[in-house]
């Protein structure tokens, strides 16, 4: 295998395609008040149109992670970014809700896509430092989100085209289609099959007779619930500054990008704890707690201030990898599977990204009183706190499994920590 370095333009084009994808994500519920005048319909159309995010993802993640296995992760990663492109684009010209739908689809099979090729060639190019550097991608998805309010924001005040944001997505997607084309990527089949024997020599006993367990149903749950949690906020927060704080619009939606900046906090914190004194294990437990008190938080508290707060915790502990966190430990069960586990945790994290803004579609309804919002918080703290009982799941298998405490993972003989 070559060395970590030589497949650092390939993370880097990766972490790249995550940036414009962090702004892909939020770019309907940021446009939402463009989209609505160019569509015609209300806000809850508008939040119909993003669940077609999630459709796309479910029906594209299980396929993603298996053609990523069985065809390289090149190919389907490169095909992912063309359908980014094709979603950007094809925003500007869509002449209704139902279109915007379908478009919403495309970019979910693009994420799918994009995961299936990414997530799996990061583990494996860098097999030391696997949960660090899968965990940087919630870097640039954040640093995404946190850029797109506030370049809406300056060209509303200078009166500039909103769809010059898009434009400028499509352009960037287009130079990582270019770069994926020329870097190179890790021989996968070899690397697996090098660490399911050394994985076979350190497990215990019980960890090869009981690989499939209780510990994969649940870590495919926390794939649904720790993109729930996130998902919401980042859809829901600037209608809930406005309708339970009295916030303004424009200062409604900045709660985004403190949002984001949360998240971005947390995930070099969250990285530097990993790489030194913790496992991703334990994170599973602590951050969905912490986000579940946070959503409670937004019915105790009613002020801008404190908004301003609870965005910034619910980011740097719901949108701060826990997602990524789970596919690592998943990985850790399965070494030889990356690609199907990554399309696995992703079909449920895709299922919440179509539930969550369906649900809150219907809760809002036509207009949306304060009553409905405070029930859409409420759907938060629910998903968080099963997040949490989840991942006491997870720890106990985690220690079985492993025969050791969460905190002390044996070590592979390639240098990887279990």
């Given amino acids: 295998m070559k060395s970590p370095r030589s497949y650092l333009p390939t ?8 940036f414009v ?6 770019a309907l519920a940021q446009h939402s008040a463009a989209l609505q005048a160019q569509w015609q319909v209300g806000e809850s159309q508008v939040l119909l149109a993003i669940s077609g995010i999630g459709i796309g993802k479910v029906l594209g993640a299980g396929v993603g992670g298996a ?17 980014f492109i094709a979603y950007f684009i094809g925003i500007l010209f869509s002449p209704g809700w139902q279109v915007g739908f379908g478009l919403a689809v495309l970019m979910g099979l693009a994420n799918a896509m994009l995961d299936g090729g990414s997530y799996p060639t990061l583990m494996e190019s860098y097999p030391q430092r696997a949960g660090s550097m899968v965990l940087l991608v919630k870097i640039f998805v954040s640093g995404g989100q946190l850029v797109l309010p506030l370049a809406i924001a300056a060209l509303l005040a200078h009166g500039l085209y909103w769809g010059w944001t898009l434009i400028a ?12 084309q020329c870097v190179p990527f890790p021989d996968y089949r070899a690397l697996a099959e ?36 996130f998902w919401l906020a980042q859809t829901s927060l600037p ?9 303004a619009q424009t200062p409604a939606r900045a709660l985004v990008s403190i949002y984001s900046a949360g998240s971005l906090l947390s995930v070099f914190i969250t990285g530097a704890l990993i790489a030194r004194w913790f496992k991703e294990v334990q994170f599973l437990v602590l951050y969905p707690t912490i986000a579940a008190l946070a959503y409670f938080g937004l019915l105790v508290f009613r002020d801008a201030l404190a908004y301003q707060v609870l965005a910034f915790v619910i980011g740097f502990t719901a949108a701060g990898g826990v997602l ?6 998943m990985a850790k069960f399965y070494p030889g599977r990356k690609g199907r586990i990554t399309g696995i945790i992703n079909t449920a994290s ?3 990204a179509f539930v969550l803004p369906y649900v809150t579609g219907l809760l809002i309804g036509g207009g949306g009183d304060a009553g409905s919002y405070r029930q859409v918080v409420l759907v938060g703290a629910g998903v968080a706190l099963l997040g949490t009982a989840l991942s006491l799941v997870v720890l106990a298998r985690y220690r079985r499994v492993f025969g050791v405490r969460a905190g002390t993972a044996p070590t592979l003989a390639d240098g990887t920590v279990a």
């Fill in 11 to 18: 993370a880097s084009a990766f972490y790249l395609s995550y």
């Fill in 21 to 26: 994808h962090g702004m892909a994500v939020i």
């Fill in 67 to 83: 053609l990523s296995d069985r065809f390289g992760r090149r190919p389907i990663a490169s095909l992912g970014t063309l359908c």
């Fill in 169 to 180: 997505c499509a352009a960037l997607m287009a130079v990582v289609f270019v770069l994926l």
């Fill in 194 to 229: 090098a660490q399911q024997q050394q994985l076979s020599t350190t497990a215990t006993h019980d960890a090869q007779r009981e690989r499939i367990g209780v510990e994969a149903i649940a870590l495919v749950a926390i794939g649904f619930t720790s993109t729930a949690t």
């Fill in 239 to 247: 209608s809930l500054g406005q309708h339970l704080a009295g916030m």
């Fill in 324 to 329: 990524q966190l789970a596919l690592t430990v």
């Fill in 350 to 352: 895709s299922l919440s």
